[in-house]
Every structure is written in C-alpha cells, then in structure tokens.
C-alpha cells in the first residue's frame, strides 16, 4: 500500500513538474516573441511538447490535439522568421499589416468556426462555457498564425483572447491560470506597440499574405 502511495506521489509530482516547465517555456515564448527573436519558437517547440504530454494524461484529448497544432505552428513560424531575416537587412526581418477590410473577413470567418464548434461541444459534450471557449479556441488558432506571418495586430487578437480566458479562468477558479493569463495580455498589449513601432520605422513592405 505504501508503494502505491510513493507511486501515485511520484507521479503528481512528475505531472505538475511538466506542467510548471511547459508554463514557463510558454511564458518564454511570449517574452522572446515580443522581442522578435527567433527563439521564441524552439521555446513554442517545447512548451506543446511538454503540454501535449500533461494533456494526453490528464485525458483532455481536444486540448492535446490542440498542442500538435501549435508544436506544426512553432517549426512553421521558424522556417518563416528564418526567411524573413535572411530577405531583409534588419536581423530580426519585417512585420506586416493588413487593411482593416481583410481583418473583418478573417473575424466573421473566425466567428463562425466558433459557433460552428460551441454548438458541437454545447450539444454533445460536457463542456463548460461551452460557445466562450470555442471562440477562445478558434480565435487562439487563427492568431497563432498570424504571429508565424509576423502580423503587428496578431497582439491585439491575443489582448482579446486572454482578457476572455481570464474571465472563464477565474469563474472556474483556476487562479494561477488567471494570473498567468493576466500577465499575458500585459504583454500583448506591451507587443502590439512594440511591433507597431516597428512597422512604422521600417522600410515599406509588401502586405503579408
């Protein structure tokens, strides 16, 4: 019985070790994202790396295959950053922008890949806020890419996105989670503007497709 007892303490121990390690490579990423420095993906790499594992054990399959998709975004947002700095004379590359026209039509698609997601979890899941959370989850998707693509505005999507996960945190009393969550969109506002300030002192680019 005592075996199973130092098993079972082994294992909670080994699980939230990954978990702290994967929540402060995520934080890292954020941090290193922010400077536009390109490690702020093999920091990505391992953080989904690290989560995918914690979530496939904690049987939140969704949230796993969610990780795969940042860990295929993390080795695409390196190759692009790599591309980017090898065609621009500043070492850390270009940003880009977008009309406000093609943000609106990449919204409403968004939002209605949201709807489309909250009706399958509200109706056939046990899901908590269950139409919340799908456009967290949806819109977490979308900026994720646009942070590969090096979009000033991915910054003011992920203000959104944490601002709203704050909330569904704390009404789920997960406080370190909101804390966490409350420090990042300190950040993505502290980026937007870092960014912007970026994009407004460079040479003229070409949008970003």
């Known amino acids: 019985m005592n075996e199973l007892i130092t098993q079972a303490m082994a294992q909670w121990q080994l699980m939230h070790s990954l978990e702290l390690a994967a929540t402060l490579l995520a934080l890292a990423y954020v941090i290193l994202a922010l400077k536009q420095s390109l490690w702020c993906w093999p920091a990505a790499l391992l953080s989904t790396v690290l989560f995918t594992h914690v979530m496939w054990q904690s049987a939140l399959l969704s949230d796993a295959l969610l990780q795969l998709y940042y860990a295929a975004m993390a080795l695409y947002g390196w190759w692009r950053w790599q591309q980017l700095r090898q065609s621009a004379p500043d070492q850390r590359g270009p940003v880009y922008e977008w009309a406000w026209q093609r943000h609106a039509l990449l919204i409403g698609v968004t939002a209605i890949a949201g709807v489309a997601l909250g009706v399958f979890m509200a ?6 806020f269950a139409y919340l959370d799908a456009q967290t989850t949806v819109f977490s998707v979308m900026a994720t890419w646009l942070v590969a693509r090096k979009l000033v505005s991915n910054w ?25 969550f409350m420090l990042y969109t300190v950040i993505a506002i502290a980026g937007y503007f870092i960014w912007r300030s970026h994009y407004q002192q460079q040479p003229a680019v070409r949008l970003s497709m």
């Open 123 to 128: 109706n056939y899941t046990q899901a908590d």
């Open 156 to 180: 003011l999507y992920w203000v959104v996105i944490d601002a709203v996960s704050i909330f569904v945190y704390a009404q789920k009393h997960l406080y370190f989670l909101t804390g966490l």
